[in-house]
Nanobody, 125 residues
Framework: QVQLVESGGGLVQAGGSLRLSCAAS????????MGWFRQAPGKEREFVAV????????NYADAVNGRFTISRDNAMNKVYLQMNSLKSEDTAVYYC??????????????????WGQGTQVTVSS
């Protein structure tokens, strides 16, 4: 089991920045690729970003590419999502998720093994 706890969400004005954190515990978190997903009211959960177990590879959704940066600190068992130039359409509950490193860097939420409880991000225009 891997337990994931997100933090850092909140209310921010359009154009502002937030940094989300995801703390992992349990089985060796460094054995997992880590992803961020988001879900807005009435919409399906969507991929935001993913980082490989080593931190050497990343992938981003087109909607956030160039504005968001995913990173990880395996010594601290943490994953981060730096969000800049926030837009109202970024408003959602953001979730961190883990998929075993032997699998691909997936953008499909159904392939992830563990999930956090989510943190709300609200961007006011």
């Amino acid at each position: 089991q891997v337990q994931l706890v997100e933090s850092g969400g909140g209310l921010v004005q359009a154009g502002g920045s937030l940094r989300l954190s995801c703390a992992a515990s349990g089985r060796t978190a460094s054995n997992y690729h880590m992803g961020w997903f988001r879900q807005a009211p009435g919409k399906e959960r969507e991929f935001v970003a993913v980082i490989s177990w080593s931190g050497g590879r990343t992938n981003y959704a087109d909607a956030v590419n160039g504005r968001f940066t995913i990173s990880r600190d395996n010594a601290m068992n943490k994953v981060y999502l730096q969000m800049n130039s926030l837009k109202s359409e970024d408003t959602a509950v953001y979730y961190c998720a883990a998929v075993h490193f032997l699998r691909n860097l997936s953008t499909n939420p159904r392939q992830y093994d563990y999930w956090g409880q989510g943190t709300q991000v609200t961007v006011s225009s």
